[in-house]
């Protein structure tokens, strides 16, 4: 039913006009929080961009330190802090859903995705190193690099 069609106001605040579902608690906060994480997702995108130029120019790099081993090493190493990154920007789309989720729950997710990071980058380390027996000087420079990278993005885009 709409608001307008009977003329009542809810103490002034929701206009005569507007349709009681647009007058939703917390609606300004929601679409706050969108804008900000279209901007963050921006932010991220960028982020990935260049990882991803870093991951090339690793690959690159490696080629001409150690040949083909190094390179792809060094591409291993740089698609493991991509991965990292990734997995943030998966965790920032799941957050939108979230909007109006409770304390607990945001730090739940928080914990959640710290530890996921953490395995699946320490995985995939021990799977370069170990079973697929890479370089480790140059995987782990790429994926430090990459890191920083990540670091670095995350510094500069406070400053818009």
Do not use: C
């Amino acid at each position: 039913m709409r608001a307008g069609t009977h003329g009542w106001s809810l103490l002034g605040i929701i206009p005569k006009t507007a349709s009681i579902r647009h007058a939703r608690p917390g609606l300004w906060l929601e679409r706050s929080v969108r804008r900000g994480h279209d901007e963050a997702g921006r932010d991220m995108r960028m982020t990935l961009n260049i990882q991803a130029l870093l991951a090339a120019t690793a690959a690159v790099l490696g080629y001409f330190y150690g040949g083909m081993p190094a390179a792809w090493a060094a591409l291993f190493g740089a698609g493991i802090a991509l991965s990292n990154t990734l997995l943030l920007v998966w965790r920032l789309h799941r957050g939108k859903r979230q909007v109006h989720a409770d304390a607990h729950r945001h730090l739940r997710s928080f914990y959640f995705s710290t530890l996921e990071r953490f395995f699946v980058v320490g995985g995939l380390l021990a799977v370069g190193l170990g079973a697929l027996k890479l370089m480790p000087l140059p995987l782990l420079a790429a994926f430090v690099a990459g890191q920083i990278a990540w670091m670095i993005s995350g510094l500069t885009s406070g400053n818009n």
